[in-house]
């Protein structure tokens, strides 16, 4: 395997960037950089959060490629989050191009050993400091298991503000070593959302 509360926005200049999921095709040179391999098409991450501590509470915001080329046309759901406010975030992740849509996330579950997800929110030039912290909930089948991420909290401060959520995947051969290096491995998913903090 490799590759309502809502404001829809056209990604301009965010530096999005997506690659599809591929096969194992490992670089002898660098282990922990593998080769690209087989690609699959990926259209579209959801993202479900839902307050940890009022369950009705329950927000979905969308990234949607219509043919997973990744060429910056892509529609994306603006994230508003409640601030001082946990929320427990489940990430799908489609190729809507196949009939029946094709659950990309289920693959990387099962290969869970050798993809990690990271989040990073970073706030926009001039924004009000807020922050958001997220803390990976889904683990691995390695001895020690390792995060996965598919399953995320994400608890936000206390101040008002805005800046980008960026969501990147990263994928490792069968014969790699996974790390939590955000740059180790070779690039599935990189994507960014608008995040505005806000009571």
Same mark, same amino acid.
């Given at each position: 395997?490799?590759?309502?509360?809502?404001?829809?926005?056209?990604?301009?200049?965010?530096?999005?960037?997506?690659?599809?999921?591929?096969?194992?095709?490992?670089?002898?040179?660098?282990?922990?950089?593998?080769?690209?391999?087989?690609?699959?098409?990926?259209?579209?991450?959801?993202?479900?959060?839902?307050?940890?501590?009022?369950?009705?509470?329950?927000? %979905? $915001?969308?990234?949607?490629? &219509?043919? @997973? +080329?990744?060429?910056?046309?892509?529609?994306?759901?603006?994230?508003? #989050?409640?601030?001082?406010?946990?929320?427990?975030?489940?990430?799908?992740?489609?190729?809507?191009?196949?009939?029946?849509?094709?659950?990309?996330?289920?693959?990387?579950?099962?290969?869970?050993?050798?993809?990690?997800? %990271? $989040?990073?929110?970073?706030? &926009?030039? @001039? +924004?009000?400091?807020?922050?958001?912290?997220?803390?990976?909930?889904? #683990?691995?089948?390695?001895?020690?298991?390792?995060?996965?991420?598919?399953?995320?909290?994400?608890?936000?401060?206390?101040?008002?503000?805005?800046?980008?959520?960026?969501?990147?995947?990263?994928?490792?051969?069968?014969?790699?070593?996974?790390?939590?290096? &955000?740059?180790?491995?070779?690039?599935?998913?990189?994507?960014?959302?608008?995040?505005?903090?806000?009571?």
């Amino acid at each position: 395997m490799n590759r309502l509360f809502r404001t829809s926005v056209l990604v301009i200049a965010l530096g999005l960037a997506i690659s599809a999921c591929k096969r194992d095709n490992a670089n002898p040179a660098n282990p922990n950089n593998p080769g690209a391999g087989d690609e699959e098409v990926i259209t579209t991450v959801e993202l479900h959060f839902t307050n940890a501590s009022d369950t009705t509470d329950h927000r %979905h $915001y969308r990234w949607y490629d &219509a043919d @997973g +080329s990744g060429s910056g046309n892509a529609v994306v759901d603006s994230i508003v #989050l409640k601030p001082s406010t946990t929320y427990n975030v489940e990430v799908k992740v489609l190729d809507q191009t196949k009939t029946p849509v094709k659950n990309i996330a289920e693959e990387i579950e099962e290969e869970a050993n050798y993809h990690r997800f %990271h $989040y990073t929110f970073t706030p &926009a030039q @001039g +924004s009000t400091a807020t922050t958001v912290n997220t803390t990976i909930t889904d #683990l691995d089948t390695q001895t020690p298991p390792q995060p996965l991420g598919l399953r995320f909290s994400s608890a936000t401060g206390a101040a008002a503000g805005k800046g980008t959520f960026n969501i990147n995947l990263r994928h490792f051969a069968n014969n790699s070593i996974k790390t939590n290096v &955000a740059t180790d491995g070779e690039s599935d998913l990189d994507v960014d959302f608008r995040l505005v903090v806000k009571p």
